[in-house]
Structures are given as C-alpha cells and as structure tokens.
C-alpha cells in the first residue's frame, strides 16, 4: 500500500498571501496524484488531478506540481473560501486508493 | 450538471446489515466507474470501494472484504453498497463519488453529500 504524507498538518496564513502544501508519497506515483478541498459539512471537491491539472471551474490561483513522491498544491493569493481541509490522493498503484492524513488551512 | 444522491443511511447495531444507494443523474451512468469514499467523524477519507463502468471489475479496500459489496444497475442510474458484519469502526459519512474518464486515471471528480452510518449497540 502506498502512504501519502502531507505536511504541516495545520498552516496559518493571512488572506491574501500564498499558501504551500506538501504532499510525500512513499512510492513513486509518477503524476497520478490528485487534490480535494473539504470545508466543515461538505463533500470534498475535486481541485487538481494528474499533480498539475485544473478541474473544470477551479480559479487559477490554485496550482499543483510535482511528480514521483514530492508534490505540492500552491494557492497563490488567499481568499476567504479557501480556508479548509486539503487532502491528496494517488492512483498510480491500487487497490487500494490511498489519501494523505489532511492539512487544515486556516485563517492567520 | 451531475448529481450524485445517496441514501439508506442510519443506526445499525454491531454486527447488522444495510444497503446504501446513490441515485446518479446529470451524466451517462453506463459509461463510468463508481466509488464509494468513507469519512469517520473528525477523521480522514478512506476509499472504500470501486466499480468497474459495466460492474466487471470490482475492488475492496482489506477492512471491508467479505463484508461489504458494490454493485450497481444501470438501467435504474443507481449504484448501491450492501454491508453486512458492520462493526463500530464503520461508522463514517459514505460518499458515493463518480470516476472520470478512465483515460484520466482514478480519483473522484464529482461526489454525492454522503449518507451517514452509525454503527452502535
């Protein structure tokens, strides 16, 4: 099975500025990751899916890069609504599909 | 637009049975896999399940073989859940969760406002 490690668990940031979140897997998952967002109540949302591909009516601000086991979701200037919970997912090697433990962005 | 409407959650006592169904629309039914996605309380997501387009192919995270069995019906745009053998550890919010085109691989592009199980005595 591979394990997704993100990182920090909790960011602090203030509206407006860039937010970083790390995503490790411990296999090579090549580009087969994918990004949610979650806020309190909701089904998540499907953000970036092959490490670096937008979803259909996802804002720019929000990138993903990487490939093998680092990747990185970068929002480039916080808005209010995208305080929540951020999880990857690989699909490189399953069953099973496997989900990283969360980063909970929020506000500084 | 798609929707994904899941039902049939509730109490269920240790060692009980249910059926969740997800009643899809907004998309053609027949020609995509299907997910089932956990969320405990407070906790993380879990994948729990996927089925193939044509219910061919059929996948189970270790925790729930045995136990638990996907299956859909494409004439009714329906995808259900049997769980059998329920243990306090299944209990989680269930979202059923549409795969995209298999051409771009295997997550979650779409998903359901989730049913609720509780599994407690």
């Known amino acids: 099975e591979i394990v997704m490690t993100q990182s920090p668990a909790t960011l602090s940031v203030s509206p407006g500025e860039r937010a970083t979140l790390s995503c490790r897997a411990s296999?090579?998952?090549?580009?087969?990751l994918a990004w949610y967002q979650q806020k309190p109540g909701q089904a998540p949302r499907l953000l970036i899916y092959g490490a670096s591909t937008r979803a259909t009516g996802i804002p720019a601000r929000f990138s993903g890069s990487g490939s093998g086991t680092e990747f990185t979701l970068t929002i480039s200037s916080l808005q209010s609504e995208d305080f929540a919970v951020y999880y990857c997912q690989q699909y490189s090697k399953w069953p099973p599909i496997t989900f990283g433990q969360g980063t909970r962005l929020e506000i500084k | 637009q798609v929707q994904l409407v899941e039902s049939g959650g509730g109490v269920v006592q240790p060692g009980g049975s249910l059926r969740l169904s997800c009643a899809a629309s907004?998309?053609?039914?027949?020609?995509?896999?299907m997910h089932w996605v956990r969320q405990a309380p407070g906790k993380g997501l879990e994948w729990v399940t996927f089925?193939?387009?044509?219910?061919?192919?059929?996948y189970y995270t270790d925790s729930v073989k045995g136990r638990f069995t996907i299956s859909r019906d494409n004439s009714k745009h329906t995808l259900y859940l049997q769980m059998n053998g329920l243990r306090a550890e299944d209990t989680a919010v269930y979202y059923c969760?549409?795969?995209?085109?298999?051409?771009?691989?295997?997550?979650?592009?779409?998903w359901g406002q989730g049913t609720l199980v509780t599994v407690s005595s």
């Open positions: 296999q090579n998952v090549i580009s087969n």
């Open positions: 089925i193939g387009y044509d219910g061919s192919d059929k």
């Open positions: 969760a549409k795969n995209p085109p298999y051409s771009r691989g295997y997550h979650f592009d779409y």
């Open positions: 907004g998309f053609t039914f027949s020609t995509y896999g």
